[in-house]
C-alpha cells in the first residue's frame, strides 16, 4: 500500500474516531435550523403521548386515538382527536334514515344499536352503542364513514352521527395548557388590569373547567368574593402531590376576576377526567348547568377538541338547538386550542362562539396558538400568573424530567402558566366588564363588538389580520 494510500486511511480513522466521540454532543445538528424543527417535533410527540397517557388513565383507558384519515392510532402522538370506543353520537332528527341504514347492512352486524337511558340528556342528541361488525373493523370509525355514504351531512354540514369526541383542558401536540404550570417569579397577578371594583358586577360568568379549589378565596383579595361552585364541583387537591391540570380551573377564574373584579363566577367542574370529559357528558352538565344557575350571560371553555372530518360537533349543535341563546342572550367564550393549527377547534369555531387565540407580550401570535378565520380575536395567553393551589407538584412532560428526574416545583398560592386557555378568560372579563360599565346586561354580544373595536391590529402566522384585545403586560 502507497504512502497516500496509508495516509488518507489514517485520517479518514481520525474522523470515524472524533465522529464517535462527539455523537452525544451532536454539536454540528444544533447549527441546522431543519434538526431543530425536527427535535422540536420529536418533544411534541413525546408530550402528546404523555398527555394522552394522562386522560386514557383517568378514563381507566376507555378511549382511543383516531388520524385524519379515519383509522385508529397505534401511537397516540399520530391522533387527530380521541374518542370513546363503541358508542357514537346520533341526531334524533336523522333516526329514520340512520335506521334504514342499519337494517339494510343488517348481515354486516352483530346485534342491534342499543341507545344509553340519559336521564338528562340534551333533546335531539342520543348516545348509542354500535353493534359489532363482522369484518372485524373499528365499530365506529369504520361504520360512521359506511353510514356517511348513504346519510349524507345535512345543508349546514351537519353529520347525522359522529363519534364521541373527548374534550380535553386545551394541549394535541399539546393537548391547554401549553406545559406545565411554573413557580412564578412575582407575587402579584400577570398581565396587569385596570379594572374598576364595579367592573361585572350584575353579570354570571361559567366557567367551565376542572373545578374551584375554594382556600384561593382566602389567599387573594381578587377573589375574595364571587366565585361559588356546587359541592360537586368542588376540587379536591392532595397538597403533598398537586395533579396534572389541577387547579386549572381555579387559575381561570382567577383571570376573569382579575378584569371583572364584580362579577358572579360559577365554576363548574365539568373536566374531572385528567382535564377531559367526554362529549355528551359535558353537553348534558351545560345543560343542566343553564338551567340551574340562572341562565349566565357569559360561559367560558378552556377546552376543546379537533374532530372527525373537521366536522361540527353535532353534541354542541344539540345543545344550542335546545337552550336556543347561544350566541344572543348567552355568549359562549372558548380556547382556540394549543396546536399551532389552522383547523377547526370545536367549540371554539362556532358561529355563534367566540375562539380565542393566545399571543405573547409583544403581541404576537403564540407559537403553539391555533388560528386561522375561525378564531375570531386574541388576547395573552402566555405567562400568566394567577391563583394556583398551595401545595409540591412533580412535573411528567419530557422536557421537565432531566437524567430521568422530574422536576419538583413548590407552589404558594400563584402559579405561571400558559396557553389559549388563559387567553379565554382574559376576553370574558373583558366582555362582563363592559357589560356593567354599558348597563347592558342582556345582549353579551353588544359588550363584545365594543371590546373587539378598541382591540389593537396585529396578523397571524400566515399573514392574516387579526384584532387583539386586554393587557399585554
Not at 230 to 249: K, L, M, R, S, T
Request: one cysteine or more; hydrophobic letters at 35%.
Amino acid at each position: 500500500m502507497s504512502q497516500p494510500d496509508r495516509t488518507f486511511l489514517s485520517i479518514t480513522r481520525i474522523g470515524s474516531l472524533l465522529s464517535r466521540l462527539l455523537r452525544p454532543w451532536d454539536w454540528w445538528r444544533r447549527i441546522d435550523p431543519d434538526d431543530d424543527e425536527r427535535r422540536d417535533d420529536d418533544l411534541g410527540r413525546a408530550t402528546t403521548r404523555v398527555q394522552a397517557r394522562v386522560i386514557r388513565r383517568a378514563f381507566d383507558g376507555e378511549i382511543a386515538g383516531a388520524t385524519e384519515d379515519g383509522s385508529r392510532t397505534k401511537d397516540d402522538a399520530d391522533a387527530a382527536y380521541f374518542f370513546r370506543p363503541g358508542y357514537a353520537l346520533f341526531r334524533a332528527d336523522r333516526m329514520e334514515e340512520i335506521n334504514g341504514f342499519f337494517e339494510r347492512r343488517r348481515e354486516d352486524f352483530d346485534g342491534e344499536l342499543i341507545i344509553e337511558d340519559r336521564q338528562r340528556g340534551v333533546p335531539g342528541l342520543l348516545s348509542v352503542r354500535l353493534p359489532a361488525r363482522r369484518d372485524e373493523h373499528d365499530e365506529v370509525l369504520r361504520t360512521l364513514q359506511d353510514l356517511e355514504a348513504e346519510v349524507a351531512p345535512d345543508s349546514d354540514g351537519r353529520p347525522a352521527a359522529s363519534p364521541d369526541h373527548v374534550l380535553y383542558v386545551v394541549n394535541t401536540g399539546h393537548l391547554c395548557p401549553y406545559g406545565e404550570p411554573e413557580e412564578p417569579r412575582t407575587d402579584a397577578p400577570v398581565p396587569r388590569f385596570d379594572s374598576s371594583r364595579a367592573d361585572g358586577e350584575g353579570v354570571r360568568v361559567s366557567v367551565v373547567d376542572t373545578g374551584w379549589w375554594p382556600k384561593a378565596a382566602t389567599q387573594h383579595t381578587w377573589l375574595h368574593a364571587g366565585v361559588v361552585a356546587d359541592p360537586q364541583d368542588i376540587e379536591v387537591i392532595n397538597q403533598a402531590a398537586i395533579q396534572e391540570y389541577g387547579g386549572h380551573g381555579t387559575f381561570v377564574a382567577g383571570i376573569v376576576k382579575c378584569a371583572a373584579p364584580s362579577a358572579h363566577v360559577q365554576v363548574e367542574g365539568a373536566l374531572t377526567h385528567g382535564g377531559a370529559v367526554l362529549e355528551s357528558e359535558i353537553v348534558e352538565q351545560l345543560h343542566q348547568a343553564y338551567h340551574e344557575h340562572g341562565d349566565p350571560q357569559l360561559i367560558s371553555i378552556s377546552a376543546g377538541t379537533h374532530s372527525r372530518n373537521n366536522f361540527r360537533l353535532i353534541g354542541f349543535d344539540a345543545l344550542a338547538d335546545a337552550l336556543g341563546v347561544l350566541g344572543t342572550k348567552t355568549l359562549v367564550i372558548a380556547a382556540a386550542g394549543n396546536d399551532s393549527s389552522t383547523k377547526p377547534f370545536w367549540p371554539a369555531a362556532f358561529g355563534w362562539a367566540v375562539g380565542v387565540g393566545a399571543v405573547d407580550p409583544d403581541a404576537k401570535v403564540a407559537k403553539y396558538s391555533n388560528h386561522g378565520p375561525w378564531v375570531k380575536v386574541y388576547a395573552r395567553g402566555t405567562d400568566h400568573v394567577n391563583a394556583f393551589p398551595v401545595g409540591t407538584y412533580t412535573c411528567y412532560e419530557p422536557q421537565n424530567i432531566h437524567n430521568g428526574v422530574p422536576d419538583v416545583r413548590n407552589f404558594k398560592g400563584l402559579a405561571q402558566w400558559s396557553g389559549t386557555s388563559f387567553a379565554t378568560p382574559v376576553v370574558t372579563g373583558l366582555i362582563a366588564a363592559e357589560m356593567s360599565r354599558s348597563g347592558n346586561l342582556k345582549d353579551p354580544s353588544a359588550a363584545y363588538a365594543t371590546v373587539f373595536g378598541a382591540g389593537i391590529p396585529g396578523t397571524d402566522p400566515d399573514g392574516n389580520a387579526i384584532t387583539i384585545v386586554g393587557p399585554l403586560t
